[in-house]
């Protein structure tokens, strides 16, 4: 399998961008998406948002698997299925951020697994936790892939899964 960086770089080639292009995406200098493209750096949050706000699959970044991106508050038409669902953003907040679908797969929701990885970082901060990029990334992942079957999901179910995940 893959690792994150190889996947990162595959995406970049997929964008047609060279190295400084793409980290001026993400807000950041070449030698940072040098470095995350070897696997000796991790990204923070703010970078996987804005690269993800750019085309780049965060998905496939974080786990290797494909997804069908969808902007928020869009109707996808599963054809296949024969299902149509709506994924929809209720409020300011995050309650009701995503509204659980009869059809799977459903498509990433970049601003629930953006959301949960700033509470990750912080939670892991404050438990005095230093955790490797591979760390974050897939505790990142696994929580993301937790919630999305819950039917609502808020701050509080956030961070009462963080910290079950972060203090064992």
């Known amino acids: 399998m893959s690792t994150f960086g190889e996947r990162l770089k595959e995406e970049r080639s997929r964008l047609r961008l060279n190295q400084e292009e793409f980290a001026a995406l993400g807000g950041v200098r070449r030698g940072a998406q040098v470095n995350y ?3 000796e750096r991790a990204p923070d949050s703010n970078y996987m948002t804005s690269i993800a706000n750019n085309g780049v ?13 969808e902007p928020l508050g869009s109707t996808m038409n599963y054809a296949s299925l024969g299902k149509t669902t709506s994924i929809a953003k ?25 959301r949960i990885a700033v509470m990750l970082e912080s939670a892991a901060k404050q ?4 955790w490797t990029m591979v760390q974050m990334i897939d505790t990142t ?21 963080l910290k079950l995940v972060v203090n064992n």
Do not use: C, W
Not at 60 to 69: A, D, K
Not at 127 to 130: E, Q, S, T
Not at 141 to 161: C, S
């Open 37 to 39: 493209e070897k696997d």
């Open 57 to 69: 699959d965060i998905q496939y970044v974080l786990t290797g698997n494909r997804s069908r991106i």
């Open 90 to 114: 209720v409020g300011n907040s995050m309650d009701g951020l995503y509204n659980k679908s009869e059809v799977t797969p459903v498509p990433l929701n970049k601003e629930l697994l953006h």
């Open 127 to 130: 438990a005095g936790k230093r």
């Open 141 to 161: 992942a696994l929580v993301y892939n937790f919630l999305i079957q819950e039917e609502i999901i808020n701050d509080e179910k956030i961070e009462r899964t």
